[in-house]
């Protein structure tokens, strides 16, 4: 079973930074790919950034040139680098494992595997 932690949320004013880690421990070899997703209220989970075994990296239009996404498998902890904030970027951040799952990067039906999140809130 494939545990996942994140932490690293906060709150932060606009521009700001804050990174994200995402410590995964368990069986997580039949993983490989790790995304991050996150929820604002009122909206629909929207995917953020993945990474996959070969560091090959995909982001949402909206944090290009923003965020960045990295991982260290020796500690297996993926991180989401948050750079230049905007109020809209306020949500709930999950980290996600696909756990032999199959799909696109960006729908969450391919992650098995769900952290229970960390809050990031920026203010304006």
């Known amino acids: 079973q494939v545990q996942l932690v994140e932490s690293g949320g906060g709150s932060v004013q606009a521009g700001g930074s804050l990174r994200l880690s995402c410590a995964a421990s368990?069986?997580?070899?039949?993983?490989?790919?790790m995304g991050w997703f996150r929820r604002a209220p009122g909206k629909e989970r929207e995917g953020v950034a993945a990474?996959?075994?070969?560091?090959?990296?995909s982001y949402a239009d909206s944090v290009k040139g923003r965020f960045a996404i990295s991982q260290d498998t020796a500690k297996s902890t993926v991180y989401l680098q948050l750079n230049f904030l905007k109020p809209e970027d306020t949500a709930m951040y999950y980290c996600?494992?696909?756990?032999?799952?199959?799909?696109?990067?960006?729908?969450?039906?391919?992650?098995?595997?769900w952290g229970r999140g960390t809050q990031v809130t920026v203010s304006s």
């Open positions: 996600a494992a696909n756990c032999q799952g199959e799909g696109r990067w960006d729908a969450p039906s391919t992650y098995k595997c």
């Open positions: 368990g069986d997580i070899s039949g993983s490989y790919l």
């Open positions: 990474i996959d075994s070969d560091e090959n990296t």
